[in-house]
């Protein structure tokens, strides 16, 4: 009895000798490329070179294709690198391989820098500045911009001190001089500057526009050696005119 269980003994231990050995031999015959081991007879590509593991050495077997790796909807070239959560990765083979780290990569937009992450929008369309290049992510609302009290739409002109400005992603922009806006009144043009009183109220010429500017005194108009407060009429050649602000405004026909 004793001696069968030695032969049975000294079976699994030449059984398992066996294994180990095939276990080594299979190790040796390995091959390493960074962190990842290769099987005997695998292949791998460097640059344009093709390569095969054989006894545990690289050789040279030949020319590899040319290699792509793929990120989405874009197609990289093999040994193109791109930047994921400040993680660097290059395109090796046809697969990604991280190759340290990325430093922030800003964006331009005629001379304003944009750091990673902001956002513009031109023409209602929204962009991202990702890895140094601006990608659209969206649309945007209507943009607007403030000056005082007064709310202006994106594309809008302002003009301060005679420069121009406009209103572009939600910030003023220079873009030139402006010329002296002057105010209408009907057919009639007033200066900068220039006041007019509309009943007992002062309004004056700024920017373009006609601001409240106090109050008016009485105002008279004068015909002939007549004068007439403002606010009466009168009739020439059946013509009917009233007294506004010291001046005659034709107002239809008299009967």
Known sequence: MKVKILNYALMLCMVGGVFLIADVAEAASSCRYGTRNYRHGSYRCVATRKLRCLNGRW????????????????????????????????????????????RPANCRFGRRTYRSGAYRCLARRKYQCRSGRWVRVGRCGP???????????????????????????????????CG???????????????????????????????????????TVCRYGRRVYRNGTYRCTLRRKYQCRSGRWVRRGFCR
Do not use: E, I
């Open 59 to 102: 050789r040279l077997s030949g020319r590899c294709g040319r290699s792509t790796c793929r990120f989405g909807r874009r197609t990289y070239r093999s040994g193109a690198y791109r930047c994921t959560l400040r993680r660097k990765y290059r395109c090796v083979g046809g697969r990604w391989v991280r190759a340290g780290r990325c």
């Open 143 to 177: 943009v607007t911009c403030r000056f005082g009290r007064r709310t202006y739409r994106s594309g809008a002109y302002r003009c301060l001190a005679r420069r121009k400005y406009q209103c572009r992603s939600g910030r003023w922009v220079r873009v030139g001089r």
């Open 180 to 218: 002296p806006a002057n105010c209408r009144v009907g057919r009639r043009v007033y200066r900068p500057g220039a006041s007019r009183c509309v009943g007992r109220v002062r309004f004056r010429c700024v920017r373009g526009r006609w601001a409240r500017a106090g109050r008016c005194g009485a």
